[in-house]
């Protein structure tokens, strides 16, 4: 992203994110590399569990991004 003022909470799809995160790699890499990141974070995982994230969800919800931007900054 060039310009960090310009990332906006809302819904992303999961790879549209996960691309957001790692720009350079596969899409499909950048998804799994971005779920190992969530994997790895302390309790970030079970939060977004909790607000209806299953391993068949396309879209992360706005409050789940700000979740994931929270632990992990901003891509």
Same mark, same amino acid.
């Given at each position: 992203?060039?310009? @960090?003022?310009?990332?906006?909470?809302?819904?992303?799809? !999961? @790879?549209? *994110? #996960?691309?957001?995160?790692?720009?350079?790699?596969?899409? *499909? #890499? #950048?998804?799994?590399?971005?779920?190992?990141?969530?994997? !790895?974070?302390?309790?970030? !995982?079970? !939060?977004?569990?909790? %607000?209806? *994230? %299953?391993?068949? %969800?396309?879209?992360? %919800?706005?409050?789940? +991004?700000? @979740?994931? +931007?929270? #632990? *992990?900054?901003?891509?």
């Amino acid at each position: 992203m060039k310009n @960090m003022d310009d990332f906006k909470i809302r819904s992303y799809g !999961r @790879m549209e *994110l #996960a691309i957001l995160y790692s720009p350079y790699i596969s899409p *499909l #890499a #950048a998804y799994k590399k971005l779920s190992r990141w969530i994997d !790895r974070y302390p309790g970030l !995982r079970k !939060r977004l569990e909790h %607000t209806g *994230l %299953t391993k068949r %969800t396309r879209q992360y %919800t706005p409050n789940q +991004v700000k @979740m994931i +931007v929270d #632990a *992990l900054g901003e891509p």
